[in-house]
């Protein structure tokens, strides 16, 4: 597991990879890369050129004598290949890396568009008082075996000499998508076992309610790791569940219930901004640096992405042509940057308030209204606010609504519908660079969600749908998917009729109790299902949209009683885990839900039923501690 990573190793680990279903793509992969198309080939004999020559230091000799001796590089043999300039790169431990600078030889590399986990997605992965690990693969590139034939396409001289890779180096435009193929296997290899983790590429996090299953996950999987021919970097490994953890640059704390930027990293940033603040000049190039910064960073700050917007703004006046001439920073970007040194240390929470409120608005020539938590609200507009624009008018609406009855939604999240895309827009992203007219009155909202700690989620609904429920997640419809008399019949004779139906419809109840997203729904039991502790009932159907299915399952550790959970079986889904370690019976299998399952929001079976399998668990509410032991294998 620990040790020294040697050049395209996994390729002795073949037999293993097949052994656990590991596919023609995935061994095509491990067995050598090769290449879309040959690039033209030149000479490997002297004098060579000497932009194409890597430069000669002692820390360079130091490098190519340790990739040597770990069989990443070797000597070219051949009289023909192609060149690229090899350079160093410093890590966060201050070790470094060598990079190959293949910007030619990408030209001839094919690549695709594939998506990687980012930070925004990891608080709808991670539960309250979760225990977090994190596994990290070392020298992770420098397993994958480039294939031989194609080694000579990646060669450099140094000192006279030409070597070649034998392994994937850092800089192969092709490299990140392959690599990530190989670690998403891996990942659902995982949570078929019932592990709850998610990758970025060679970095592991896993995480469980209980840190006794916790350490047992994390000892298979680098067994399995080890299996499969990996080489765990320890050093960088949380291999003890913890419920604070550094993970993509960004500090997780599932106990304060806190996201922050790392100790080091506030140093580091700290420093950047004095800079600017002390001698206020910057360029087009330091702009675009300390924005790139920045805008990570706002990530974990209260109103973050807002008080860059001056800075973003400011940055546009500098001259392209000129990209590194110094100019004064404008006040209002030096002001901003000065915000964000006395800010570095903030933390915004790692989830929204519990507790939801359901907001509309509208605004018209004559006045606004608003329907706030079933209060009808209006006004009228004055002389000066009939000048404005429709978009200005609408984001008052939402600001006048909130101040004319903010204990309605103090402390709460607030679930706002809106018909104005700009609106949405500017509030979802807060505010923008177009108009600073709506980015004034976008200021004027934040600020005072900010001071009533709402949270404030919109979201984009057409004229033509009045239910709320049609846009809780996304800007497009949820789909609104109803199990038939047929699969509930089957369904209920096998583990009980349900108390409550907690996700749906008038139209698409299955029992006749049931919880509705829409406000106006006055049929329903109660408005919302996570407005409220699940334990009031011995047994709930829970077939809920699948985008809020990671929210069901941080509802289900406070709760009480049996729920009967209905989940596609998607790939690459790390809920699936979650469900798997908290089933008391294996789920019930529906195949091809063509006959069995409708979407009442088209009438028509869901998209691609055909390849779609549900799956419908039986589950226990709360946290049981013993759900990862000997009992989830005779379960499932």
């Known amino acids: 597991m620990g040790?020294?990573?040697?050049?395209?190793?996994?390729?002795?680990?073949?037999?293993?990879?097949?052994?656990?279903?590991?596919?023609?793509?995935?061994i095509k992969i491990i067995t050598g890369i090769p290449f879309s198309q040959k690039p033209s080939l030149m000479r490997l004999r002297p004098p060579f050129p000497p932009q194409l020559s890597t430069v000669s230091s002692s820390d360079m000799n130091m490098v190519i004598q340790s990739l040597l001796s770990q069989r990443m590089i070797t000597l070219a043999l051949e009289t023909s290949g192609f060149l690229c300039p090899m350079f160093l790169v410093s890590k966060g431990n201050g070790s470094l890396r060598p990079v190959f600078n293949l910007k030619r030889l990408n030209t001839f590399v094919t690549t695709k568009q594939f998506r990687l986990v980012n930070h925004a997605k990891i608080p709808s992965f991670l539960q309250r008082n979760d225990f977090m690990a994190s596994v990290d693969l070392s020298q992770a590139y420098c397993h994958i075996p480039v294939h031989q034939s194609h080694q000579r396409f990646l060669c450099f001289v140094h000192e006279g000499r030409v070597y070649r890779w034998t392994c994937l180096p850092f800089g192969l435009a092709s490299a990140p998508q392959a690599f990530a193929?190989?670690?998403n296997w891996v990942a659902s290899i995982m949570r078929k076992n019932g592990i709850r983790t998610l990758v970025y590429l060679d970095d592991?996090?896993?995480?469980?309610?209980?840190?006794?299953?916790?350490?047992?996950?994390?000892?298979?999987?680098?067994?399995l790791l080890a299996h499969l021919g990996w080489v765990v970097n320890r050093e960088k490994s949380i291999l003890i569940p913890t419920q604070k953890i550094d993970y993509l640059g960004i500090s997780w704390d599932t106990q304060l219930h806190r996201i922050s930027l790392p100790f080091n990293k506030v140093s580091l940033l700290g420093?950047?901004?004095?800079?600017?603040?002390r001698s206020p000049l910057w360029s087009l190039k330091s702009a675009q640096s300390i924005i790139g910064l920045l805008n990570f960073v706002a990530f974990t700050l209260p109103l973050g992405r807002l008080h860059l917007k001056e800075i973003q703004i400011a940055s546009r006046c500098l001259p392209l042509r000129y990209p590194h001439r110094l100019l004064p920073i404008p006040s209002r970007a030096l002001s901003e940057l000065r915000w964000y040194l006395s800010n570095l240390r903030g933390h915004v929470p790692l989830h929204p308030p519990i507790a939801r409120t359901f907001m509309s608005t509208d605004a018209s020539d004559e006045g606004w209204g608003a329907v706030l938590a079933n209060v009808s609200i209006q006004g009228a507009w004055t002389q000066k606010q009939r000048s404005w624009h429709i978009n200005q008018r609408e984001l008052f609406a939402v600001r006048k609504a909130i101040l004319s009855y903010p204990n309605l939604v103090v402390n709460r999240s607030v679930v706002?519908?809106?018909?104005?895309?700009?609106?949405?827009a500017y509030i979802r992203k807060q505010g923008g660079l177009r108009s600073r007219t709506l980015l004034k009155e976008t200021k004027k909202l934040l600020f005072l969600t900010s001071k009533l700690n709402i949270h404030i989620t919109p979201h984009y609904i057409p004229g033509k749908f009045n239910s709320l429920a049609d846009a809780l997640s996304r800007q497009a419809p949820l789909p609104d998917w109803h199990a038939l008399p047929l699969l509930t019949k089957l369904v209920f004779h096998r583990w009980g009729v349900p108390d409550i139906d907690l996700f749906a419809t008038y139209q698409s109840k299955v029992v006749p109790r049931y919880v509705s997203l829409d406000p106006l729904d006055r049929q329903a039991a109660f408005i919302d299902a996570f407005s409220k502790d699940w334990k009031d009932w011995k047994l709930a159907w829970v077939f809920p949209p699948p985008p809020l299915l990671p929210q069901v399952l941080h509802h289900l550790n406070r709760a009480t009683g049996l729920f009967i959970v209905v989940a596609p079986r998607w790939q690459k889904t790390f809920w699936r885990a979650d469900l798997k370690s908290r089933a008391i019976a294996p789920p019930?299998?529906?195949?091809?839900?063509?006959?069995?399952?409708?979407?009442?929001?088209?009438?028509?079976?869901?998209?691609?039923?055909?390849?779609?399998?549900?799956?419908?668990?039986?589950?226990r509410g709360g946290i049981d501690k013993l759900r990862g032991g000997q009992r989830r294998k005779n379960v499932c």
């Open 181 to 183: 193929q190989l670690s």
């Open 3 to 26: 040790g020294v990573t040697k050049g395209g190793q996994l390729a002795n680990f073949v037999k293993n990879w097949l052994s656990l279903g590991a596919g023609p793509q995935l």
């Open 588 to 619: 019930f299998a529906v195949q091809d839900p063509r006959s069995q399952v409708i979407d009442l929001s088209t009438g028509l079976p869901p998209p691609l039923a055909e390849n779609l399998m549900l799956e419908i668990w039986l589950i």
């Open 204 to 223: 592991f996090l896993l995480a469980a309610q209980d840190p006794s299953l916790l350490q047992m996950q994390i000892d298979w999987t680098l067994n």
């Open 416 to 424: 706002l519908q809106s018909d104005n895309k700009t609106v949405v």
């Open 271 to 277: 420093q950047r901004l004095q800079k600017f603040i």
